[in-house]
């Protein structure tokens, strides 16, 4: 019988970074994938810059990009009647702009699916104590109190191995098994659209060396497809969109019918192309409408499948882990109730359903239902800055501190940094010494407590309580605190005095934060742990 607290079924991007981040929160798992090794296609390209400062947090951030597309490779999104003919328009990302690039002190990064995946896996094996096994599959699992019990099975060999775990976390992608024996709903679109995914070798650097782009779309009455970049060059996908609307089946796209179609996109009627791979499938836009069935959690795909126009699900699904992760430590070691991982549930579908309904939007606005429809897509599109940053928790596990919700025009496209409880922590430039950082490296498998120049007390009242788990950081900032503020802008986008505090999650949002000073900073400081941990009521 393997006993493990707990295990992690599904070893793509999402799974990887579940095993990883329970490393670092001392968390022994294991980890099984039915497949014998990591991705062998692109699939997801697109890493956001919410989720390279988890992966920064973490400290894999520069072998991703090492890993992906050099920098500068993708500044642009261009439409065309063919990719050496007509330009119908170029455009920049909305969240390539200068205002969108000041909200974080990470860049967003290009980088396969087939690339990234051995990164973390990487990673995954070296932090321990976690263990990754490929070529095995979760075949069966039933819960009782406290534990989920059932049968690994070997794909070579075909033998089981009995298991008992405490939680269980289904990142097994949209086909989910667990999802489908816990009988969850899924709620929304399903099958909205057909598309076929072409993986293909040529050089096309003569078209694209001098617009480098991330998406080439090309608009044809009787074709319209993406060229998506892989390393800019000689290694491309090629996504078709709606092909039963054109009377094309799955079984059409044999490997010469794909080359003949690249070369038409192309517009280069004897380019030498090899084609790699071939994928057709259907667009879903649906949400589970519960992330937790007893000690079992549905995470990425498992959890919520959506379009990939935006470039949401791989971003979403590695930080729903980042948000359930330290939840799952701190009650296995026995710091938490386990109602907190209730707040799971809480923070995440929400905001699932929320990013869900914008990729339909896009894919949409672009006409991917209809045959030559519009060809220009949304304002929105690449665009997301309020989905990618916004994000404002709600649930047990935040303590509400009064103040309104930030007003927003469109909370999609908008973002406006607060430390309002629930909210992501603003990125701020502060200074350690003579060192540049910001406020987002200070965050990761730990609680921190960021308090103003004269907020010596919150710090007294940290150390009174005592080792906790996770840890708990604290720093002054300010004019001779433990952190400089050279720019004077910290304490305006955290909303605090120079005597306030504000508490901040593994997660890098915040849990609590008081204005000013407190007569009783330690009783203070410690009901708002005990009702982030769900030890006491939530304060009101």
């Not at 894999?60 to 009647?81: F, K, M, N, Q, S």
């Not at 896996?121 to 599959?137: Q, W």
Request: net charge neutral; proline share 6%.
């Amino acid at each position: 019988m393997l006993d493990v607290p707990v295990l992690i079924s599904g070893g793509g991007p999402v799974g990887l970074t579940a095993s990883l981040l329970l490393s670092r929160h001392g968390v022994r798992s294991l980890l099984v994938e039915r497949h014998p090794g990591t991705a062998l296609t692109p699939k997801a390209r697109g890493i956001n810059a919410r989720t390279m400062e988890v992966f920064r947090q973490y400290g894999i951030d520069a072998a991703i990009r090492d890993a992906g597309l050099a920098e500068g490779g993708t500044g642009l999104i261009v439409w065309t009647e063919t990719l050496a003919g007509k330009e119908i328009e170029r455009r920049v990302p909305g969240r390539a702009t200068a205002k969108s690039m000041a909200a974080t002190p990470v860049k967003n990064c290009l980088c396969a699916q087939d690339d990234l995946e051995p990164v973390i896996r990487r990673f995954a094996e070296s932090a321990g104590p976690g263990m990754l096994r490929f070529n095995t599959e979760l075949t069966s699992f039933s819960q009782k109190a406290g534990a989920v019990t059932g049968t690994l099975t070997d794909r070579t060999t075909g033998e089981e191995t009995p298991f008992t775990a405490r939680y269980l976390i289904a990142a097994e992608g949209a086909q989910s098994r667990v999802r489908r024996q816990l009988a969850v709903n899924m709620v929304g679109a399903e099958k909205v659209y057909d598309s076929v995914n072409i993986l293909f070798h040529a050089d096309l650097t003569q078209w694209v060396q001098h617009r480098p782009a991330a998406l080439y779309f090309v608009e044809q009455e009787d074709l319209r497809a993406t060229f998506l970049t892989i390393n800019g060059t000689d290694r491309w996908g090629f996504l078709i969109h709606g092909p039963k609307q054109y009377g094309w089946q799955p079984q059409d796209f044999v490997p010469e019918f794909c080359a003949e179609l690249i070369r038409k996109a192309v517009g280069v009627a004897d380019l030498d192309v090899s084609v790699l791979a071939i994928s057709p499938w259907e667009a879903s836009a649906i949400v589970a409408d519960r992330y937790g069935v007893g000690d079992v959690f549905l995470a990425g795909d498992a959890a919520h499948e959506m379009p990939p126009t935006g470039g949401f699900g791989l971003n979403t699904g590695v930080q729903d882990v980042h948000n359930l992760t330290w939840k799952i430590a701190a009650v296995l070691r026995g710091k938490a109730d386990p109602s907190l991982l209730d707040s799971y549930h809480a923070e995440r579908q929400p905001l699932g359903q929320i990013i869900t309904q914008n990729s339909l939007a896009n894919a949409l606005s672009m006409g991917r239902t209809a045959r030559r429809s519009n060809v220009l897509p949304r304002r929105e599109f690449l665009n997301e800055q309020g989905l990618i940053f916004g994000a404002c928790y709600r649930s047990m596990a935040i303590v509400p501190d009064g103040t309104p919700a930030v007003a927003i025009d469109d909370p999609v496209t908008e973002y406006v940094p607060s430390a309002r409880p629930g909210s992501r922590a603003p990125h701020v430039w502060l200074k350690r010494g003579n060192l540049q950082i910001s406020t987002i490296d200070l965050f990761g498998p730990h609680f921190v407590l960021l308090a103003g120049s004269d907020g010596d007390a919150w710090r007294r009242a940290a150390q009174a309580i005592g080792p906790s788990w996770p840890p708990l950081f604290v720093f002054t900032v300010g004019k001779d605190g433990d952190l400089g503020d050279p720019d004077g802008t910290w304490h305006e986008a955290y909303g605090v005095d120079t005597d306030g505090a504000v508490l901040v999650r593994p997660d890098g949002h915040v849990a609590w934060r008081s204005r000013s000073g407190a007569s009783n900073p330690l009783e203070v400081l410690r009901a708002a742990l005990d009702c982030v941990f769900g030890r006491m009521p939530a304060i009101a």
